[in-house]
């Protein structure tokens, strides 16, 4: 069966730092590009970050460029998000999502190319 899982949410104060964590299970997270995607409430969802399955390359939305720092270990079990000064606007669901069949220096930018989602991991950032 497969499965994506999130951790690391909660909330923080504007500023602040959180690390999320995804680990797969039922396919070789290795093999495939890794993203992380958010919706906020009332908002589309929208595409903040990938890895391509080497490690290689990576991918940032304008407005989380030089903040979030995407990777993954070198087993390539998980892929992290560190998320460092956090703003209000960044609150929404996270999620992790897995795009496979791609060659290994490809990131995905594209929502529809994700083949498994995980259920999300709430993110708020407030005082």
């Known amino acids: 069966q497969v499965q994506v899982v999130e951790s690391g949410g909660g909330l923080v104060q504007p500023g602040g730092s959180l690390r999320l964590s995804c680990t797969a299970s039922?396919?070789?997270?290795?093999?495939?590009?890794i993203g992380w995607l958010r919706q906020a409430p009332g908002k589309e969802r929208e595409a903040v970050s990938c890895?391509?399955?080497?490690?290689?390359?990576?991918h940032y939305a304008a407005s989380v460029k030089g903040r979030f720092t995407i990777s993954r270990d070198n087993a390539k079990t998980t892929v992290y998000l560190q998320m460092n000064s956090l703003k209000p606007e960044d609150t929404a669901i996270y999620y992790c999502?897995?795009?496979?069949?791609?060659?290994?220096?490809?990131?995905?930018?594209?929502?529809?190319?994700?083949?498994?989602w995980g259920q999300g991991t709430q993110v708020t950032v407030s005082s």
């Open positions: 999502a897995a795009a496979g069949g791609l060659p290994g220096g490809t990131t995905v930018q594209t929502i529809g190319y994700y083949d498994y």
């Open positions: 890895i391509s399955s080497s490690g290689g390359s990576s």
């Open positions: 039922g396919f070789s997270l290795g093999t495939f590009a």
